[in-house]
Nanobody, 120 residues
Framework: QVQLMESGGGLVQPGGSLRLSCAAS????????MRWYSQAPGKQREYVAR???????NYADSVKGRFTISRDNAKNTVFLQMNSLKPEDTAVYYC??????????????WGQGTQVTVSS
């Protein structure tokens, strides 16, 4: 069974940094672009960043210059380096990707989320 699992969230002071990880596991044939989303309390889930299997990246305007997405294809893992964090970055962060399993079936997968809290 394919799944995505995030880690690395926590409590950090404004201006601080966190590095989130998301690992895909199971009987995987291929992984497409990997994305991070955030969902603050009472708000809709929002796009944060994307990285293709070839390494091309894209960011929401709100995180450009502060967040960096990367991936390790050999380990089926995507990272989100979050610098200069602001209180408004407080949210649950989810990773997402379309994954093809070893049977050739593909679908959209989401992780369970990891909480990031930016507060003094």
């Amino acid at each position: 069974q394919v799944q995505l699992m995030e880690s690395g969230g926590g409590l950090v002071q404004p201006g601080g940094s966190l590095r989130l990880s998301c690992a895909a596991s199971g009987s995987i044939f291929s992984i497409g672009a990997m994305r991070w989303y955030s969902q603050a309390p009472g708000k809709q889930r929002e796009y944060v960043a994307r990285i293709t299997s070839g390494g091309r990246t894209n960011y929401a305007d709100s995180v450009k210059g502060r967040f960096t997405i990367s991936r390790d294809n050999a380990k089926n893992t995507v990272f989100l380096q979050m610098n200069s964090l602001k209180p408004e970055d407080t949210a649950v962060y989810y990773c997402n990707s379309v994954i093809t399993d070893s049977n050739g079936s593909w679908r959209d997968y989401w992780g369970q989320g990891t909480q990031v809290t930016v507060s003094s």
